[in-house]
T-cell receptor
């Protein structure tokens, strides 16, 4: 069974551009969360989706948006990229949605975004 | 102030040493997770705790709910244990992890 897969693995974008990151959860998992990890820091929560509905949002500007599809895969979109958006973006999936941390979460390898 | 604090930030040990990484949290939690992150980014879940102690191979995780403190121990450390270890807490209310900043462990042969 495949784990959580994220694409692309690496990405370079220019300031002001838009980017879409993709995540496929483990088969059977209905909850997907997105995290931003800036170099040298712990991950910061961006969004959680469960059954295609947003269940949580972190302290990120409206330039960040996400959605979950009927097959439970998810996309994270970031508009008007800033240099400070350069980070590792992690996706985590779990079976339950009522509190992702209440069940074991599985993380993808991440997408490393560099904004120049 | 972060909801989750870890110490130390960096740790270098000789192969075979016993290692302890500490985590303190300030929120009421439903679970505490220990995660391992290797260079390149991928995160692996090591433990999920809500009370007591868990052991998996050379890794032991403990939690004291009253003191809001958890520890991750590595016995007989090995160079392949070199990684960043992250403590993450799930609050009683809310659907997210609060992450610590991680402890970078280097085990020297």
């Amino acid at each position: 069974d495949a784990g959580v897969t994220q694409s692309p693995t690496h990405l370079i974008k220019t300031r002001g551009q838009q980017v879409t990151l993709r995540c496929s959860p483990i088969s059977g998992h209905k909850s997907v969360s997105w995290y931003q990890q800036v170099l040298g820091q712990g991950p910061q929560f961006i969004f959680q989706y469960y059954e295609k509905e947003e269940r949580g949002r972190g302290n990120f500007p409206d330039r960040f948006s996400a959605r979950q599809f009927p097959n439970y895969s998810s996309e994270l979109n970031v508009n008007a990229l800033l240099l400070g958006d350069s980070a590792l973006y992690l996706c985590a999936s779990s079976y339950q949605g009522g509190g992702i941390g209440r069940t074991e979460a599985f993380f993808g390898q991440g997408t490393r975004l560099t904004v120049v | 102030k972060n909801e989750v604090e870890q110490s130390p930030q960096n740790l270098t040990a000789q192969e075979g040493e016993f290692i302890t990484i500490n985590c303190s949290y300030s929120v009421g939690i439903s679970a505490l997770h220990w995660l391992q992150q290797h260079p390149g980014g991928g995160i692996v879940s090591l433990f999920m705790l809500s009370s007591g102690k868990k052991k998996h191979g050379r890794l032991i995780a403990t939690i004291n709910i009253q003191e809001k403190h958890s520890s991750l121990h590595i016995t007989a450390s090995h160079p392949r244990d070199s990684a960043v270890y992250i403590c993450a807490a799930t609050p009683i209310t809310g659907n997210q992890f609060y992450f610590g900043t991680g402890t970078s462990l280097t085990v020297i042969p």
